[in-house]
């Protein structure tokens, strides 16, 4: 573990993960009800199905690049973020997850080997 000061990286504020990620249909959900935007407007002008903007919403689909320029095109919110914010949320539900968690410690193993 790297000390920066004396302090773990992993104590920083910067390199905490949170306990519940956050899925950034998530925030999108919060920004369109505050604009008071239906999702089935929104879907509309995305020209998306209402499913999948709901999906995206409730965080069962993840936010892909078409659908963050969408989003910036419709809602004028730039879409990078919700790309990184996307890929923090897959990197922490899959570092979480047991059994690849496992299966990432069987390859580590067998590339000491190499």
Do not use: C, W
């Amino acid at each position: 573990m790297i000390t920066i000061q004396g302090v773990a990286s992993n104590m920083i504020a910067n390199n905490l993960e949170p306990a519940y990620p956050t899925h950034p249909g998530e925030v999108l959900k919060d920004e369109i009800e505050y604009r008071g935007i239906s999702q089935r407007k929104l879907a509309a002008e995305m020209d998306v199905s209402y499913t999948q903007l709901n999906e995206v919403l409730n965080g069962k689909r993840p936010v892909n690049t078409e659908f963050a320029l969408l989003i910036e095109a419709v809602l004028d919110l730039p879409a990078e973020p919700l790309l990184k914010m996307q890929a923090r949320y897959n990197m922490i539900v899959t570092k979480r997850n047991g059994k690849f968690i496992e299966k990432l410690n069987r390859v580590r193993k067998l590339s000491a080997v190499l």
